[in-house]
């Protein structure tokens, strides 16, 4: 029975951590800054359908007839209520709108285009998805109570909460995961909670029908339960694939009852390790900035993502994230680029520079990804940045032209269309 429920439940936890931005690769992994282009992207999507819209609604020429009797009338809420389409009051609110959307989006990529999507400010990345290594989003679940069976109930839930916090998603090789739960009451208030048993729980897809295998868990003071889940020293140590760890639990409620009950989490594990950090760095300065060479070995071809976060020295505190997207040949020795760009250093006058916690993602041309072993911590020191050598300059190149004279033409065609048929939209 557990085996049938696995794969439901590692469906569940996988949704909950992807939607808490768990492996983000379109944030965590991309330093938080894929949203901005293709978030200007879907504006021109939504301006694109609401002059459909317009369009599909005028009868009688761009402008509409004037027909101002909506303007004068409000519901019984006191909310003056939408135009209709193809009325002029409809067409100028749209026509408006298309025009402050267009500011809106050329404004937001002139200061997006401050800096490459290779190297981003520290600011705009959320604390958790990007610039914590291996950020998994914490699962904050009712405590499923078990049935007359003895087996967890998914229709017989606990008021009670259990909050997992995992060091990371994404196994591969030689990693562990550790896993950290405390429990809540209904009103956030901390509850007394002690683990019964841990046990990891293969997914359909993985290949040899291999039983649930138990391993340990722990309780504190402090911390609440501690479990660390090691593949190696399981029986999945040479599966890869999904995989669901469920805690039994037992937690003290306010009013002296105490329940029993489970909770999951869910890893990903490629028994097989993509490649790994040698240690050696390489620093240059090219264009205004410094670059940094990471030795690597790669284990197989293909496409390495990998986040650099870096510190001023002065303290943990992380002014710049750097991205690596880069497409290896071949198997074997290879330096991997990360630039930290120029204006980053001169804005937040880093004399030193430490490199520190980094993480990524080996992506096959077939296949499963897998993540990369990293380094937590500073791992790699500039002692003495030459600030002669670099420059403060905005980025500036042929795509950031492009780009911006394309949301400048958008600017002015939806002002053209103010200016047409709706003297301006000033009003």
Not at 20 to 26: E, I, M, T, V, Y
Request: glycine content about 12%; some cysteine.
């Amino acid at each position: 029975m557990a085996q049938k429920n696995v794969g439901v439940g590692i469906a569940i936890v996988v949704a909950a951590l992807a939607a808490g931005g768990l492996f983000a690769r379109s944030k965590g992994m991309l330093g938080g800054t894929a949203g901005g282009e293709e978030g200007a992207a879907g504006s021109e999507g939504g301006r694109a359908g609401r002059k459909a819209r317009r369009n599909a609604g005028e009868g009688s020429g761009s402008g509409g007839e004037r027909e101002g009797a909506q303007d004068s009338q409000r519901d019984d809420a006191g909310r003056e209520p939408d135009p209709e389409p193809g009325t002029y009051a409809y067409n100028y609110k749209t026509a408006k709108a298309e025009l402050e959307m267009a500011k809106h989006d050329l404004e937001f990529y002139k200061n997006f285009s401050r800096w490459p999507e290779s190297a981003r400010p520290a600011e705009e990345v959320a604390a958790g998805g990007g610039l914590l290594p291996h950020y998994t989003a914490p699962t904050s679940l009712p405590l499923v109570k078990r049935g007359p069976d003895g087996k967890p109930d998914e229709n017989q839930v606990s008021k009670s909460r259990a909050v997992l916090v995992q060091d990371r998603f994404q196994l591969s090789g030689s990693e562990v995961v550790v896993v950290k739960i405390h429990a809540l009451s209904e009103k956030e208030k901390p509850l007394p909670v002690r683990c019964a048993s841990a046990k990891v729980y293969p997914s359909p897809e993985v290949p040899g029908n291999l039983p649930p295998f138990e391993f340990g868990c722990t309780a504190d003071k402090e911390q609440g339960v501690i479990a660390t889940f090691d593949p190696q020293r399981s029986p999945f140590r040479a599966s890869s694939g999904n995989f669901a760890l469920r805690f039994d639990l037992e937690i003290d409620r306010e009013d002296g009852v105490k329940e029993s009950g489970s909770a999951e989490t869910g890893v990903h594990y490629v028994a097989t390790n993509p490649g790994r950090l040698t240690g050696v760095v390489r620093e240059a300065y090219e264009n205004g900035s410094l670059a940094f060479y990471l030795g690597f070995e790669a284990a197989a071809p293909g496409f390495y993502r990998l986040n650099v976060r870096a510190d001023n020295g002065q303290d943990d505190k992380v002014f710049a994230h750097m991205n690596i997207r880069q497409q290896v040949e071949k198997a074997g020795p290879v330096e991997l680029r990360a630039e930290l760009f120029g204006k980053l250093i001169v804005d937040n006058q880093a004399k030193v520079v430490r490199l520190r916690d980094v993480d990524g993602e080996y992506v096959p041309a077939a296949g499963e990804i897998a993540g990369i072993p990293g380094k937590d911590g500073v791992f790699y020191t500039v002692k003495s940045v030459d600030l002669t050598k670099i420059k403060g300059d905005d980025w500036s190149s042929p795509e950031k032209d492009d780009r911006t004279k394309h949301y400048e033409d958008m600017v002015k065609k939806a002002q053209d269309d103010c200016d047409k048929n709706f003297d301006g939209c000033q009003k």
